[in-house]
């Protein structure tokens, strides 16, 4: 008998699957405990390594460019800043990356646990905030000494992410 037929029940393994028959018309062979153990044990690590994958997905975005597609660790960013029609990426190990799309659009992709809109142009990863300087209008100032201004009406909401941190 082919072992895709009948009522075969596949048993996966550490690298092959091995094919263990029933037959339907005999009852005498009884599926093995262990090799059922096993398999819901594979069955469950091919799940965290998929839950594992999909956290690693939601680290990093992808930019893509004229001539390139980047894909960056959101911990990597330490702001962008919006130009108009384009939002330019300021990273730690990296040259700015320039893309065609909206500073909003960013802030939905990158969500508001780690990033803060600080000002209409700028977008800030909370992670990379050194200091904020009261005297220069609660100016924020980086880990990289980039200066990036807050909105008046920003001030509060970002002295309370800061002291929740």
């Not at 990426?89 to 508001?112: A, C, D, R, W």
């Amino acid at each position: 008998m082919e072992p895709w037929r009948g009522s075969t029940i596949a048993v996966l393994q550490t690298n092959f699957y091995q094919y263990t028959n029933f037959p339907s018309n005999r009852n005498a062979f009884k599926p093995k405990a262990d090799e059922f153990k096993f398999a819901a044990l594979y069955m469950l690590s091919s799940i965290s390594f998929v839950e594992k994958r999909e956290m690693q997905a939601s680290q990093r975005i992808t930019l893509n460019t004229l001539n390139a597609i980047h894909l960056v660790k959101k911990q990597d960013i330490l702001y962008c800043k919006c130009n108009n029609s384009s939002t330019t990426f300021y990273l730690t190990n990296h040259k700015p990356i320039v893309i065609s799309q909206s500073i909003s659009e960013i802030e939905k992709q990158l969500g508001t646990d780690s990033f803060f809109r600080s000002h209409q142009s700028y977008l800030v990863n909370i992670n990379h905030i050194k200091e904020i300087n009261k005297a220069d209008n609660y100016s924020i100032l980086l880990s990289d000494n980039s200066q990036i201004p807050t909105a008046t009406r920003k001030r509060k909401e970002i002295l309370q992410i800061l002291l929740d941190k």
